[in-house]
Nanobody, 126 residues
């Protein structure tokens, strides 16, 4: 059974930083790309990042480029997301997801990914 478990969320002031982690089990890390997806209150799902299965390339949502960084540690079965220069608009539930669409795009649906974690809440507030 594939399982994805996120951690690392919290409450932070604007300009602050957080590091999210997603640990996977029930599959071979590196058999597919891994993604971070977020959902702000009352809004749709935004595809934040996609990291290729070999970990060599990552695509980012335009609004987080230069502020967020994602990477995978296949030996640890973990996907990370470093969030720097956080803005109030980054407040959302952040999900780790697997087996998604073939083309990266800003908005996605729940059904676009086969596997999801339970999410970790990031709140940016002064």
């Amino acid at each position: 059974e594939v399982q994805l478990v996120e951690s690392g969320g919290g409450i932070v002031q604007p300009g602050g930083s957080l590091r999210l982690s997603c640990v996977g089990s029930g599959f071979t890390f590196g058999d597919s790309g891994l993604s971070w997806v977020r959902q702000a209150p009352g809004k749709g799902l935004e595809w934040v990042s996609y990291t290729s299965r070999d970990g060599r390339s990552t695509l980012y949502l335009d609004s987080v480029k230069g502020r967020f960084s994602a990477w995978v540690d296949n030996a640890q079965n973990r996907l990370y997301l470093q969030l720097d220069s956080l803005e109030i608009e980054d407040t959302a539930m952040y999900y780790c997801a697997k087996n998604g669409p073939g083309a990266f795009r800003p908005l996605v649906y729940r059904t676009d990914f086969r596997y999801w974690g339970q999410g970790t809440q990031v709140t940016v507030s002064s």
